[in-house]
């Protein structure tokens, strides 16, 4: 039985479905005014998932702490977490009783309505922490209170829904860029690295060569290799290489695959020579791996 089976998806999407605060799009908006969901309800929510939404948490009193992708992370006053779809997120547990927050869970279907890509979303500085200001909070805690508002109404039209999760993801987008500000030599060629990021996203499971894509950038090889290398510290084949690995990781969570299934999931012809690059990149075996998953699964449940 797979760690979390189509069963259990089901069983999650059917509990989101009975709390949508809106009938016609798949969007969820709580705070700490909202009515408290039955125990049952949020243990099953607060388990360990790779979503197919996005989940974003403002908190304004208090501190909440995540789990993503297997690293702690902790949100404190005045901080946006967002959380992309395929990321493994365990739900926060608030750090006090008088916490003050709030959160939204949508779609990723719902970024067809948006003009243009949110860059924010794409995460070039890997920080999945955003710092707010106090005018940026001002302008977001009435984002979400209008959210609210025109959610309750029935009678509104959808797209005034999505005007303001527009506003709201605006807000994200400058903040995050604004406060996660690196030096000068970093922020040149700043969008050539979110593209070559979105590249990999894309198509990292084909395992694209080097050549290709720079082609796809409009660059040559050397012009991407001093790119990803300064910004990360990797080549790019080392940078592609994680994501595979990291991809790799994920499913060993939330799936049944034999090593030789995985490793042809992932674009490698040759499962040996998967398991030797796992275990040089992992320090562990694919099976003790998805050992020591299984026992951090059961621990979460």
């Known amino acids: 039985m797979a760690l979390l089976n189509t069963d259990k998806q089901n069983e999650k999407a059917a509990i989101l479905d009975r709390i949508s605060q809106h009938g016609r799009l798949p969007l969820w908006l709580f705070s700490h005014h909202s009515i408290q969901l039955p125990k049952n309800i949020q243990q099953e929510l607060n388990k360990p998932v790779r979503k ?14 995540h789990r993503i992708d297997w690293n702690e992370v902790i949100v404190s006053e005045n901080q946006i977490l967002f959380v992309t779809p395929e990321l493994i997120h365990t739900k926060p547990l608030l750090n006090s009783s008088d916490a003050e927050f709030y959160k939204i869970s949508f779609g990723k279907e719902l970024l067809s ?14 920080s999945n922490i955003i710092h707010l200001d106090e005018h940026s909070k001002e302008r977001v805690v009435a984002v979400f209170k209008l959210l609210f508002e025109v959610i309750e109404d029935k009678n509104l039209e959808t797209n005034l829904v999505i005007s303001y999760l527009h506003v709201l993801l605006t807000e994200c987008n400058f903040a995050y860029f604004k406060h996660l500000q690196k030096p000068v030599q970093l922020q040149n060629n700043l969008s050539l690295f979110i593209k070559f990021k979105q590249y990999i996203e894309e ?3 084909q395992q694209p060569t080097i050549e290709k894509i720079a082609q796809a950038l409009s660059i040559n090889a050397n012009t991407l290799y001093q790119l990803v290398k300064n910004r990360t510290g990797n080549s790019p084949k080392e940078f592609l290489t994680n994501r595979l690995i990291l991809e790799a990781k994920r499913k060993l969570y ?17 499962p040996g020579y998967f398991s030797k690059l796992f275990k040089k990149s992992t320090g562990k075996s ?16």
Do not use: C, H
């Not at 197919?52 to 702490?65: A, C, M, P, R």
């Not at 299934?261 to 012809?269: K, M, V």
């Open 52 to 65: 197919n939404f996005f989940f974003i948490q403002l908190v304004l009193k208090g501190s909440s702490e």
């Open 113 to 126: 309505y948006f003009p243009t890509l949110f860059n924010f979303f794409v995460n070039p500085f890997d």
């Open 203 to 205: 198509s990292f499971q």
């Open 254 to 270: 939330f799936t049944d695959l034999s090593t030789k299934e995985l490793a042809w999931s992932l674009g490698y012809t040759d």
């Open 286 to 301: 694919v099976l003790e791996y998805r050992s020591e998953m299984k026992k951090i699964s059961s621990n979460s449940l």
